[in-house]
Each structure stands twice: as C-alpha cells, then as structure tokens.
C-alpha cells in the first residue's frame, strides 16, 4: 500500500468508518424503500384491522385480486399498505391463495387450535378388546375437523398432527402463543365398566371466555351427531384450565361401550362432529 495513503487513513480512520456505516444504512434504507413485497389478496371483504387479531377493530376492507404492500409480519397477520395512504392487518393465510368460495367471514380470518388428546406413549382410555386406543381417534376426528374448517378459510393449528406425545402444558400454551380465536380438545370417555356409559359431553373452565363457545358447539353436537347428548359442564382440565383463549373439550362418546364406539370408529361420527364445530365457530365468531 502507498505510503502516503497508509497515512492518510490512519489520520482518517475514524471519520472513514463514520462515512461506512452512513452507506452501509443507506443502502439497507433505499433496498428497504424500493424492495416491498407485495401480496394478493384471495378473497372479497377480508377485514383490515387496527392490529393482527379478530379482536381489533375494524379499519376498512379490501377485495378479491387487489394487491397490497407488506409491511411487517406478527403472529400469522401482515401490516399492509393499499390504496397508497391506508394502512392495516389482514390474515397471512388469505393471500395468495384461490378459494372455493367468494367472501371473507369471521371464520375464514380466525386462528383455531385443534388438540387430538393424548399420544405417544400416553394411549389414553381402551376400548372394550383393550386394542383400540382412545389416542387413535382424537387424532383421526381432529384431521377431520380441521379439513372442514381450512375448507371455510380458517387457519388451523394442530396440537399434534401424528401419534406423538405433547404435555399438556405445551398444548394450552400453544394456544395462548398464537392468540387462538378458539381452542377445542377431543377426547373419548372411558367408565369402570365395559357398556356402563354413554354419550358425549362438553367441558368449559372460563366461563366468561368459553361457556358460549361450549354452548353453541354442544349445541350442534346434539343436532348433528347421533349419541346420547350429556350437556355442557365445567370441567377442570389443564388445557382449557390454563388457557386464556375460548377453549372447550368435547368427551366424544365413551370408547368402551359398544353403541358408542360403533359411532366413534365411524367415518360419518367424524363428518358429523366436523360439521358441528365447523358451525358453532362460525356462530361464536359472529
């Protein structure tokens, strides 16, 4: 290196890594500036909000095909810019995507958390020949459910979506983290006794936060599912105890009585409870 430029720099160097850091910050700003992504929205009237959940308040809407500026991302919600002077959150999971239908509902922007109980090594309650394991099917309901419900748009998360064991701790508070507008447990009663029991139940722990939803679902339950129906209930169970979100846990039927399990075990038992929740949520997010 040239002498003289050798002491220049070290004269210089301070002011030189002032000047560094000044372009360095520049050039983030102007690729920041001229560097947007921009999104397409799927659907009619999906809501623009004050902030990313259901529970801010309205700021406007945009439709089906417009194209909007990201500005940042939370919590599966995008901060955009449209109409070049408005600004908002809208669901991440609503862009980009074609649909089966024209309009947004409360629903299609809702974040919903399915939690198929047990798993792993935790079977849960036997059937009547101790082979079929209560594990089995909250899963295969849960899958169900959660078809049905993607199907209307929703975001959906599952607790666990194969046979492995989640505490139960991990799964209130996976819901708690996402800031569910629902959370609902599956789950199937077992009695003492082999044929002793019947039917399904819903349990609630909050009830300022949870007994409507409860109502509602046991509602459609009892409609659309042909077991006997025991009601709605308080329950103190950990995933809906220590869930700040509406949260709910349906005992589907009793796994070890015959009657019930033929309806369990079933392809349209899982419809049917699809359907139920599918319609009580649209109901409660409205």
Known sequence: MNVNLRNFIKKNQLQLIIISIFLIATIGLTYALFSDKTVRV????????????????????????????????QAG???????????????????????????????????????????????????????????????????LVQKSLEAKGARVIMTRSNDEYVGLAARASLSNKHKADAFISFHYDSAPENNSGSGDTTYYYHKKTSLKLAELVNSQLKAKVNLNNRGVQFGDFEVIRDNTQPSLLIEGGYINTAKDFKQISSYQYRKQVASAVT????????
């Open 279 to 286: 319609t009580a949520l649209s109901q409660f997010l409205n």
């Open 42 to 73: 799927g659907l009619d009237n999906v809501t623009v909000r004050m902030g990313p959940s259901l529970s801010y308040s309205k700021t406007g809407t945009v439709n089906s095909g417009k194209r909007v500026t990201v500005i940042k991302k």
């Open 77 to 143: 919600w995008l901060r955009v810019r449209y109409d070049d002077d408005h600004f908002g959150w809208i669901p991440s999971w609503l862009t980009n995507r074609k649909f089966n239908f024209k309009s947004a509902t409360n629903l299609s922007e809702a974040i919903i958390v399915l939690d198929p109980g047990h798993g792993g090594n935790d079977s849960g309650a036997l059937g009547i020949n101790q082979k079929h394991e209560e594990k089995t099917y909250t899963l295969k309901t849960a899958k």
